[in-house]
């Protein structure tokens, strides 16, 4: 899925005046935040973090629970760097 969300940012990375660097899939420097690291000339960059479930399947408050802490734990040790 990760792939599909990244590669919209790889054509966007295309059009130089989108100032995209590099696109990082499955990014280990921002764990819990890593599906997709855009980064962008001015030095910013950006962070999707991909979630699916099959049909069938369902996702629980409890799994958007833990899924919020750990992208507020991931944010906050992105941020400090």
Request: hydrophobic share 40%; no cysteine.
């Amino acid at each position: 899925m990760s792939g599909a969300v990244g590669q919209y940012y790889v054509i966007d990375m295309l059009n130089t005046d989108n100032g995209i660097e590099s696109v990082l899939l499955q990014a280990t420097e921002a764990q819990g935040l890593d599906d997709v690291v855009t980064v962008y000339s001015d030095g910013t960059s950006e962070y999707v973090q991909v979630k699916h479930t099959r049909a069938e399947d369902t996702i629980t408050f409890g799994n958007m629970l833990s899924l919020l802490k750990s992208m507020s734990k991931a944010w906050a040790a992105q941020k400090s760097k």
